[in-house]
């Protein structure tokens, strides 16, 4: 069964630092998501991406997050300079925008110390 | 931004009990959504609802979509103790690029 995959699962960087958080969605989906879940918390929206740009962000997506599509099947999300607070598990999402039942990936737990 | 109310904030059942949680809004949505997400894993999609008033069964579990577009429920029958875990509601509004609003969530404990 098709799945969305995401590498690192995690990943632990210092203040002020650049991450890339790195994933393929599934092959035949079109719409694309990260969402962030601090420890403890519910699952939150960052950002949608459909047709090579972003579609949609939320007002925690600011500055110093990035999305793109370097190729046919990956999707990254960078944060420029990380801050204690962007430590947190990222989801990827993925949907094909026909049935709009989004399918999660396994996440990546940030840790910014 | 939409807020979605989700209760109860945890239950602990015994092994074979029925549960229920639901997910309220002062909103409308399109569509909603049921996760289960096990600890340090990502959410994983247990039924999703498209119209209003409709009810869908996924095994043991029986989801319904209110007919106010505002609510819905998650009912599990004879728990066993692999459905520990965090119970998502996520709602879906038209034209919003399909993201997602969650609840915070119902964590289940089942007692063997």
């Known amino acids: 069964e098709p799945e969305v995959t995401q590498t690192p699962s995690h990943q632990v960087t210092q203040m002020g630092q650049e991450v890339i958080l790195r994933c393929v969605p599934i092959s035949n989906h079109l719409y694309f998501y990260w969402y962030r879940q601090i420890l403890g918390q519910k699952v939150e929206f960052l950002v949608s991406?459909?047709?090579?740009?972003?579609?949609?962000k939320s007002e925690i997506f600011d500055d110093q997050f990035s999305v793109e599509r370097p190729d046919g099947s990956n999707f990254t999300l960078k944060i420029r300079s990380t801050k204690l607070e962007d430590s947190a598990m990222y989801f990827c999402?993925?949907?094909?925008?026909?049935?709009?039942?989004?399918?999660f990936g396994p996440g990546t737990r940030l840790t910014v110390l | 931004g939409q807020q979605l109310n989700q209760s109860p904030q945890s239950m602990f059942i015994q092994e074979g009990e029925d549960v229920s949680m639901n997910c309220t809004s002062s909103s409308i949505f399109n569509t909603w959504l049921w996760y289960k997400q096990d600890p340090g894993e990502g959410p994983v999609l247990l039924i999703a609802l498209y119209k209003a008033g409709e009810l869908t069964s996924n095994g043991r579990l029986t989801a319904q979509f209110g007919i106010t577009r505002k609510d819905s429920f998650l009912n599990i029958s004879a728990s066993i103790p692999s459905d520990v875990g965090i119970y998502f509601c996520a709602g879906q509004l038209k034209g919003s690029n399909y993201k997602l609003t969650f609840g915070k969530g119902t964590l289940l404990t089942v007692n063997p």
């Open positions: 999402a993925s949907t094909d925008g026909l049935v709009n039942e989004q399918f």
């Open positions: 991406f459909y047709n090579n740009e972003i579609s949609e």
